[in-house]
């Protein structure tokens, strides 16, 4: 019930009545995620305060955030963010499988570079990850992954916009 409460906002109307609005969450998976500072800013330009999930060997603390760090451990914080996670949320990370999962809870996931996750591209998503670890695991070599480039941090930013505006209709 306390989580609820925190997401509740209490408006006046135009004709002086009062409403009470359910806010949305972002939240951040912080562990190796390039996109803090800028998620951190065009969530404050909606009025927004992300949340910003680590485990203790990233802990991140930002005062114009809040932010959960969890116990060191694979994908804790990804779990931390899956608990936390409701239908109408955002959820920025670039982990596919805690993508799907929020996904299904109706949450909208969007990754670092811009993309975002939806119900028609994460199964392909999720397939060519599969892929990918079978031909590491058999030998096999991938080509290196580019480096982020200044082009990513302008997607990231325009394709977040358009998803909290689009929440917010």
Same mark, same amino acid.
């Given at each position: #019930? &306390? ?9 006046? *109307?135009?004709? &002086? ?5 359910? $806010?949305?969450?972002? /939240?951040?998976? *912080?562990?190796? %995620? ?8 065009? !969530? +404050?330009?909606? *009025?927004?305060?992300?949340?910003? #999930? ?5 802990? =991140? ?11 060191? &451990?694979?994908? !804790?914080? @990804?779990?931390?963010?899956? +608990?936390? %996670? ?8 670039? @982990? ?9 809870? *109706?949450? #909208?996931? /969007? ?14 998503? /999720?397939?060519?990850?599969? =892929?990918?670890?079978?031909?590491? !695991? +058999? &030998?096999?070599? /991938? ?19 358009? =998803? $909290? =505006?689009?929440?917010?209709?």
């Amino acid at each position: #019930f &306390g989580e609820l409460f925190h997401r509740l906002k209490v408006c006046r *109307g135009h004709s &002086g009545s009062f409403r009470v609005l359910l $806010l949305m969450n972002i /939240l951040i998976d *912080g562990d190796a %995620c390039p996109v803090i500072t800028d998620a951190v800013k065009v !969530s +404050s330009e909606f *009025g927004l305060r992300p949340v910003i #999930f680590s485990d203790t060997a990233h802990n =991140i603390q930002r005062a114009d955030a809040d932010s959960v760090t969890v116990d060191k &451990g694979a994908d !804790s914080a @990804d779990f931390a963010v899956l +608990s936390r %996670c409701n239908k109408g949320d955002l959820v920025i990370t670039n @982990d596919y499988a805690l993508a799907a999962l929020c996904l299904a809870k *109706g949450a #909208f996931a /969007l990754k670092p570079d811009g993309t975002e996750y939806t119900d028609f591209n994460i199964d392909m998503m /999720l397939e060519g990850r599969y =892929i990918a670890k079978k031909i590491r !695991s +058999s &030998g096999g070599r /991938l080509p290196k992954i580019k480096k982020r480039t200044k082009a990513d941090d302008e997607n990231f930013i325009l394709k977040m916009r358009e =998803i $909290l =505006i689009r929440i917010k209709k």
